[in-house]
């Protein structure tokens, strides 16, 4: 859930570390702090609890200037946000480290470590590393070899960063299910969580593997892997631009991704629908052979991409896939029986969530005829882990809450159905008709955000609201959870999400006037018990807010409906979806929460 970044240079690093921190924020925002090498050869380290702009304003009381450093920004795991946790951990003046991940035998480390001497002032996992080190460098003076003797006793997941005041040439990183990455100057080198914090100064990246460790120094890089072989790890050249930071005309990083998606949702149709056929060649050479013996699809997901997987279920189950979807972390717990011909298929924006990479590692001895996700990042773990990647091509999401990653992924998942429903029988006309439907969304999905001010004063019914329900059926109840996981994770509005059948059967006794419903009305074969199931809500004196088709006839009292136009049955819960962001955004910045980094959360979940 951190964010690492490090440099050697023979120019002052400071500036390239916070800038990095400062675009790597979205994975944590407790506190922050870096350690660079003075040209005296100290170390120096400025830590600060909060956001890494605390950092930057006591870097310009106290500048520091160095060639070679460390910084981190955190997401709190090991420890309550305060200085003392804050990352760089150091043991004395050997060595400073930055870490991101959890180790999970640091309690009977910690307890090894006190019968030499060393004390400990941190709560953190990652301060025993740092003595673990410290001790081994008193007996292995090469830095390169003690990191490597002191990660073959680190039980847990890892990324991480040392530097040495008696070692000016060289930083040593390791990684174990934690992202990691490698960035290729001129006379400098880099690395960092995220290709992203490093777009500024290069865009030649290099990708450890599980178990590597490498050294960094100006002159180039030295990679081993996980017996100490050294070993070659390909160049690669990113596409991203430095640019894609930029909020542009928008107050937040969230809205400004709410209103890229007509866009995004274009580039991920891109090339692989065209003249009425989806052109099945662009999953890759690979896909085709799997497809034909897919008999059944399990997908595995956490957050918004697991809203995405339920959706996806309905739509895989219409052309006759049977469909399963977990949660990743509850995967990984459980005895799974697989069914002769199951596909097994991640979803993640940023491809380094652990709890869904650990899952896709253990498919890989449970019988599954293959391994495919749809992710964000074509150089993540989980695209380079799959056998096929399907890349959802919507660009850095900064906003810790999802949006134009999600409907992206929807439509990736809609392009992967319609593949499954060729081989079960769907006609040339069937297809045409869905591809011109998925041709229209992005236009749909601008109408719908020309509603953005009608939103905005739908919003206000709700800045004095502590509670939320959301309520959807079919394929639209995965649009209920969505719309709720939003409203919560920004506005800090407890609301939860029922399938509306179920009203009667709990939920409903939480109605009452104070309580606002929050419901999406798609014309389709379930709205006549919907708005029976909204009946209920009026009798109980609940308060609602409708987002409905133009076709839909609504008579009930006291309601307030925003009317979306031209929406396509097979793509209606993307479009759907759009609304109850921008019902999110709206409330949260009345409530004057931080939008784009909420507190408690961080974009991508490295950890368990």
């Avoid at 991101?100 to 709560?123: C, M, P, Q, V, W």
């Avoid at 809450?401 to 069937?430: H, I, P, V, W, Y």
């Avoid at 869905?434 to 992005?442: G, Y």
């Avoid at 606002?516 to 006549?528: F, G, R, S």
Wanted: some cysteine.
């Amino acid at each position: 859930m951190c964010g690492i970044v490090g440099a050697i240079a023979q120019r002052n690093v400071v500036p390239i570390l916070m800038e990095g921190l400062q675009r790597l924020e979205y994975r944590g925002y407790d506190s922050a702090g870096l350690a660079v090498r003075l040209s005296d050869g100290r170390l120096e380290r400025i830590r600060a609890v909060g956001k890494v702009a605390r950092l930057r304003e006591l870097l310009e009381e106290s500048p520091i200037v160095g060639p070679l450093g460390i910084a981190h920004t955190r997401w709190a795991t090991h420890g309550m946000p305060a200085e003392r946790n804050a990352h760089p951990h150091m043991s004395g003046e050997k060595v400073a480290i930055v870490h991101n991940g959890i180790i999970e035998n640091h309690a009977e480390l910690r307890e090894e470590l006190k019968t030499h001497g060393y004390r400990f002032t941190s709560d953190t996992d990652t301060e025993v590393i740092a003595h673990l080190l410290a001790h081994i460098l008193e007996t292995e003076k090469d830095l390169l070899r003690a990191v490597q003797r002191a990660v073959k006793r680190l039980v847990g997941a890892y990324a991480l960063a040392v530097v040495s005041p008696t070692d000016p040439e060289r930083m040593v990183v390791a990684r174990v299910g934690s992202p990691l990455v490698i960035g290729l100057g001129l006379g400098e080198n880099f690395i960092a969580s995220d290709v992203f914090a490093l777009l500024p100064v290069t865009q030649r990246f290099i990708f450890l593997e599980e178990g590597d460790v490498a050294e960094i120094s100006r002159a180039g890089v030295r990679v081993y892997d996980a017996v100490g072989r050294a070993v070659e790890r390909p160049e690669r050249i990113s596409q991203l631009s430095a640019a894609t930071a930029d909020k542009g005309p928008y107050r937040h990083y969230m809205l400004k991704e709410i209103f890229e998606q007509p866009a995004v949702i274009s580039e991920t149709l891109e090339g692989r629908i065209h003249k009425g056929r989806l052109l099945e060649e662009s999953f890759g050479h690979e896909a085709k052979a799997l497809f034909d013996r897919t008999q059944g699809v399990h997908i595995i997901a956490c957050g918004t991409s697991y809203h995405a997987g339920l959706v996806a279920r309905y739509w895989l189950e219409e052309v006759g896939v049977p469909c399963m979807v977990e949660v990743a972390s509850e995967y990984r717990y459980r005895k799974v029986v697989v069914p002769p011909g199951t596909l097994f298929l991640s979803i993640s924006q940023s491809g380094e969530t652990a709890d869904t990479l650990a899952a896709l590692r253990e498919s890989r001895r449970l019988g599954y005829i293959g391994a495919m996700t749809i992710c964000n990042v074509p150089e993540s773990s989980l695209t380079r882990e799959s056998d096929v990647a399907l890349m959802t091509r919507a660009g850095p999401e900064i906003g810790v809450a999802s949006t134009k990653a999600f409907t992206t992924q929807l439509t990736a998942l809609r392009l992967l159905t319609l593949a499954l429903a060729r081989r079960r029988g769907m006609t040339r006309e069937q297809e045409a008709a869905l591809v011109n439907e998925l041709h229209a969304l992005p236009r749909q999905v601008e109408v719908v955000l020309e509603l953005n001010d009608a939103i905005r004063a739908m919003a206000e019914a709700f800045a004095d609201r502590k509670d939320a329900l959301f309520l959807g059926r079919g394929c639209f109840y995965p649009i209920a959870l969505e719309g709720a996981l939003k409203m919560k994770e920004i506005s800090y509005i407890h609301a939860e999400a029922y399938p509306a059948g179920e009203l009667k059967h709990g939920p409903l006794a939480l109605v009452d006037a104070e309580m606002p419903v929050i419901c999406a009305l798609p014309k389709d074969a379930l709205l006549e018990k919907l708005l029976s199931n909204l009946q209920e809500v009026r009798a109980r004196g609940g308060e609602l807010f409708l987002f409905s088709d133009k076709e839909v006839k609504i008579e009930l009292d006291r309601y307030q409906n925003l009317t979306l136009s031209d929406i396509y049955p097979s793509t209606a819960p993307i479009t759907y979806s759009v609304p109850l962001q921008l019902l999110a955004y709206h409330v949260a910045v009345l409530k004057g929460t931080d939008v784009d980094q909420p507190r408690n959360l961080a974009k991508s979940v490295t950890v368990e």
